[in-house]
């Protein structure tokens, strides 16, 4: 349990004061934030504006208040985590040598940028706070976005200029701690009940002229493109726009303020109409809320409140040609558990599932609810329509891996026990995912669902190609976990690619209990990637000609690279391997950009 004694002292290296210094301190701390005001206040015929003496003094108080009650810690990393520990900017792109780059990037590659975003905190690492009311901790997914983005020129001789660059995304909140030099906003998502409820009322009101907002905007989980501007995006917030060229923030998105919720990490354009069909997840009613977007970005042309009586923590959402698809599984974001003393977001595993489907443009009335049996997906590979079904390809689990364990669990532990390998045996506490299928009969109500993949690798974090997004595709990818190394470490870490062959079943000498054919490509032993993306062939023929990107991270030798791999010798060696000037942290998601540079 959390101690009851309130600890003034910050500094854990020093003895703890009695309360009689420590509260003089305080008083001293008190009078100088008001003796400014109070001078001002001296001065003869002195025009005091009261409502701004009122904020900037309550600010203040706050600010003390925040100061001696909160002590923040870091959360320490184990040496097998140490990829997870930020980097510096650079402030500077730079030019990878020749010498650099193993084997060659392909002839027929697209120029453009390859750009993946990722928690890099603030201040050294995660915090942990401890208080009167408990102990807060940020969750692994927390973080200030940083962008990691790498340049593929072409020049006239027909060889090729690679650039790497990094920089975060400077949202409001980054700037504000930034220029504190200090963290401004406390851990709301896990630990002690009280803790975070706390957490949660004093972010909340500390600037509520500037944010108003329960957490930072982290900004640290996609990259997308619309209407020729790009943005970087985490779903507790708006995305913000950036400059794909320097990397820099321009501010937030709001579609000319239509759009005044958070937003999801993975819009989806809509087959044929290249229309943005996005999704606003919030603790308060409305709960979702789904809205489509101009093709041009201008405008907001559809907005529609799905009614829904918790607030379901949906992480994609999928499109076809008529029909927009949500899941709503029984992972929740809930005050009211909060409050009771519970955990503010759990997968309640004994919940109802379904899967919503709605006409593009269709209201409440309008969806089609299926029940299927409960579960966690985050990611959804494709959806599309097959006659009177609607087929959802994504990658389930019998667990959430977000937020991780509840109060008084030992999180390594947690963690290290739920991503061992699968045996033979089912185990619905495994953090184990694998690519499953859907099919919604939208004239009988029914639905099939199955398993496409076994239990050899847990997988996620899919890609396409994405000129099939919402039609029908042959062939999905997906970075595969290294369960040993996950469990010894504590955190999914990606050892591979698997290529799917979604309408090819697997051989009948097959070993593994696949569905269907899988084909793998496996990094050496200790090297792991995230952010990889499908980059398809500019004069391709087929659906799967092109390359798989990815950043990977060699542990043994703490190097980072890109590595290029070719799609049609898929388990082969990559055929580039490109060496970065610096170490690349592990993170979320990545996208590929074809565009000219200006280099």
Partial sequence: MASTCMTFNVNCLL?????????????????????????????????????????????????????????????????????LAPVDELRKALVIGESDIEGNIPDDFREGIYIRNGPNPLFGGLKSTKSIFGRSSHTWIEGEGMLHAMYFDKNNDGTWTAVYNNRHVETETYKLEKQRNKPAFLPAIEGDSLAVLSAYLINLVRFPLRFGHVNKYLSNTNVFEHGGKFYAIAENHLPQEIDIFTLETSGNWNVNGSWNRPFTSHPKKAPGTGELVILGVDATKPYVELGV????????????????????LCHELGVTERYTVFLDFPLSIDINRLVRGGSLIKYEKKEYARIGVIPRYGDTNSIRWFDVEPNCTFHILNCFEDNDEVVVTGFRAMNSIIPGPDKGLNKFQWFSTRLKPMGSMEDDTLLFSRC??????????????KYLTGNRFSMDFPMINENFTGIKNKYGYAQTVDSVASSASGMPKYGGLAKLYLEEPAAECSLATDQIKVEYHKFGQNVFCTGAVFVSKDQGLDEDDGWIVTFVHNEETNISQVYIVDTKKFSGQPVAKITLPCRVPYGFHGAFISTPLPI
């Fill in 15 to 83: 003895g703890k004061p009695s309360f009689s210094n420590d509260f003089n301190h305080f008083k001293t701390t008190l009078s100088s934030v008001f003796k400014p005001f109070l001078k001002d206040l001296s001065q003869p015929q002195m025009h005091i504006n009261v409502q701004k003496f009122v904020r900037i003094s309550s600010s203040s108080l706050l600010d003390v208040f925040f100061d001696y009650v909160f002590e923040f810690s870091d959360q320490q990393l184990l040496p097998c985590q140490s990829n």
């Fill in 436 to 449: 499953y299928e859907w099919r919604l009969n939208m004239r009988t109500g029914f639905v099939k669902e």
């Fill in 293 to 312: 977007i101009s093709a041009d970005g201008k405008e907001l042309v559809h907005r529609v409140d799905l009614k829904l009586d918790r607030c379901t």
